[in-house]
């Protein structure tokens, strides 16, 4: 198998080197390559690519230069299935007869659950670690709605479409705190499951520790078997020369992650293309960016794959809790178009959600991890009337005259008549008959049958299995292997990721121009500037939207 991710500028790696992964930053799935990040660290886009981490993980298990992996890493920014990807690929590694050392300061539920992979795992004495299970939170801004006057206009379709409880309840439904309850137990017994095979735990016992918090200081997570011991960072680099076989004094020769992936060669082209194509962020109109899935930016790159005829398969990567509906239908067409002539399939990241799940639906076979948060079929629509707002705070009104009897149906200066909330309940009707409609269509199952597991209801992958909702449980690399299996190329290919970075220039001047629209915006705002920026979120949420429930994180 070969990769885009690869680089030509291959730099050299001493004998008996250990690769030192320090994950102290955001993790996305495609890492933005910076040319600036040696002359000026501090300017460097920090974010690093799963997909390319993985890949050099890979490389490391076999090359005779690297002895072992030395992981720290507190806390991660990132969510639960990546991490599973990114544990797998450490295990794999370890199957080479190689070890892994974890040490850290203190750590976070994620972290430690990633640390317990290693052969050792050591903290410092005076450190913490968080072992009390997972937690969801959700922001409400009812009260703050009520206080600017501010009257959300909502329609739903759904008993579980929850994304717009913030907007009108104080608290959480019973249906969503039974949806919640579920995904996190699901989530949860997976992550237990895995830490009890690698610390020889039992998994009741692990419950025990983790329900009852039994973990109090660094002292107890010793002896309740969570860590190998605790030791200064002194210790640990002693730890590291015994296992290199090294004098007292040595240098333990360490080489960064930054620093390796440029010593990977690059490799000669096949004739044979998977195309990578990466779905990463909310669902939108228009170009793709950074966190941004742009309908015009993927239809062109699905298009293009599938008429090229060296791409021989087509695995669509999604990372996505949904958006836009128009936009997430526009990219299931030219989906369905391609699955009519070579083999698409979806790989199921953190988030494959509501219009992340119409993405995901169009293809041949969808794979998810266990702890993939997935589901969510249904849809809202949301108008904001601030008709009250800007006249009782601001002094601002306004008029409208009209030709018909329906005025503007998207408007935030008055409030919709009954005649209009019809229209706009009917449209969201229409949306949810043919989401479900095409996802019963895409999994082969009867729309009554859909049904019952839709309303808008999440699910962990493990539950979207048992549902019918996906195919296979495994991770990237499954969905790679089982994309090439179906075009029949075996293992003659090159895997090659979309959309490509922007140019060195471009990303350069996008950054300026955000910073200085940021500054000039805090300026003229003051204290009010956190407030711009929740709306500024909450605006996006107009309209017909196929979105999880707002802000949710599993920590």
Known sequence: MLSSLSTDTVQPVAEGSVLHLRLETPIAELELEDPLAEVFPSAADQTLGLLRLKEVIAYAKNDPKIQGIYLNTSFLMTGMASLQELRDALTDFKESGKWVISYANAYSEGAYYLATVADKVYMYPEGEVEFNGLATEVMFFKKMFDKLDIRPQVFRVGDFKSAVEPFIRESLSEENKVQLNSLLKSIHGELLQNMADARNIPVDRLKEISNKMLVQDSRSAVELGLLDSLLYDDQVKDELRGLLNLGSEANIPLVKYSQYKK??????????????????????????????????????????????????????????????????????????????????????????????????????????????????????????????????????????????????????????????????????????????????????????????????????????????????????????????????????????????????????????????????????????????????????????????PLEFKVQ
């Open 263 to 548: 010593s990977i060669p690059g490799t000669a082209s096949s004739g044979n293309e998977i195309a990578v194509i990466v779905a990463d962020g909310d669902i939108m109109p228009g170009k793709a960016d950074n966190g941004v899935v742009g309908s015009a930016t993927i239809v062109e790159l699905i298009r293009r794959a599938r008429t090229n005829d060296r791409v021989k398969a087509i695995v669509l990567r999604v990372n996505s809790p949904g958006g836009a509906f128009q936009a997430a239908d526009m990219m299931w067409r030219e989906l369905m178009l391609a699955a009519e002539t070579k083999p698409v399939i979806a790989s199921m990241s953190d988030y494959a959600a509501s219009g992340g799940y119409y993405l995901a639906m169009a293809c041949d076979t969808i794979v998810a991890r266990p702890t993939t948060i997935t589901g969510s079929i249904g849809v809202f629509s949301v108008l904001f009337d601030l008709s009250h707002f800007l006249d009782s705070k601001i002094g601002i009104t306004t008029e409208e005259v009209k030709t018909g009897e329906v005025g503007e149906l998207i408007t935030v200066t008055r409030s919709l008549t009954e005649s209009e909330k019809n229209i706009w309940q009917k449209q969201t009707d229409k949306v949810y008959e043919t989401f479900t409609r095409k996802a019963a269509d895409g999994r082969g199952m009867s729309q009554d049958d859909l049904k019952k597991i839709a309303s808008g209801r999440v699910w962990s992958g493990l539950q979207a299995k048992d549902n019918g909702l996906a195919d296979v449980i495994g991770g990237f690399d499954d969905a790679v292997a089982i994309a090439a299996d179906k075009a029949g190329i075996g293992e003659d290919y090159r895997l090659r990721y979309y959309p490509q970075p922007k140019p060195l220039l471009d990303r350069l001047m996008g950054n300026v121009e955000d910073e200085l629209r940021t500054t000039m915006l805090k300026q003229e705002l003051g204290e009010q500037y956190p407030w711009f920026q929740q709306w500024e979120r909450i605006r996006n949420y107009q309209g017909v939207q196929a979105r999880m």
